[in-house]
């Protein structure tokens, strides 16, 4: 497929020649048309050439990219073919490229495959983010599951543990008499003490 641009300024027979392939693929079971080659024609001699990466469809289809371009900044679908030729003397940029090969009907492009990847850097943000967020959402799961119950009850008794079985000699330790007007009174000295369930 050749571009003629005629004479545009001081450039005089300027072409641009897309060299296209046809291949069959089992596994999609149809044809696909992919850019192999990029060639800058100037007063009929090839003054540059690009190979072409990642510029494909199936036959039935068109190929659309926003930038198609020889640039770095563009993602670089167009590199050149060799270091000793022209081509890095160069630049090349199609915005809003778009091609056919085959099965063009009424002059019309059919339904184009997009250059854009289904893993682009925004999706690629995307998906770490929701991941981010399903694992904090699973810690918080898992902390209030095994969280206890926050029912509080307070039980005060005195405890046998602390209490044992009293015996005869030990009962002028365990009480102090209280002596007050005649009457004589015994006070424990160990008082109750009282525990908290939570």
């Not at 990847?117 to 209030?144: C, K, Q």
């Not at 079985?165 to 009282?194: A, T, V």
């Amino acid at each position: 497929l050749s571009l003629k641009f005629g004479d545009i300024g001081n450039l005089q027979g300027l072409a641009i020649r897309f060299l296209l392939t046809t291949s069959y693929y089992q596994l999609s079971v149809q044809n696909w048309f992919s850019l192999h080659r990029l060639q800058l024609l100037y007063n009929h001699s090839i003054q540059a050439t690009f190979n072409a990466t990642r510029i494909y469809a199936p036959a039935s289809y068109s190929y659309h990219c926003e930038h198609v371009s020889s640039l770095q900044r563009y993602d670089a679908l167009l590199i050149p073919s060799s270091a000793n030729d022209l081509s890095k003397l160069w630049e090349v940029t199609f915005i809003d490229f778009k091609i056919q090969s085959f099965n063009i009907q009424e002059g019309h492009f059919a339904y184009a495959k997009d250059c854009a990847s289904f893993f682009s850097p925004a999706i690629l943000m995307g998906l770490v983010m929701s991941l981010i967020l399903l694992l904090v959402l699973a810690y918080a799961l898992h902390m209030l599951i095994h969280l206890k119950s926050l029912d509080r009850h307070y039980e005060c008794k005195a405890s046998p543990a602390y209490f044992g079985q009293m015996k005869d000699n030990d009962i002028g330790d365990e009480k102090e008499p209280l002596r007050s007007g005649g009457n004589e009174s015994y006070e424990l000295r160990n008082q109750q003490f009282c525990k908290i369930y939570i």
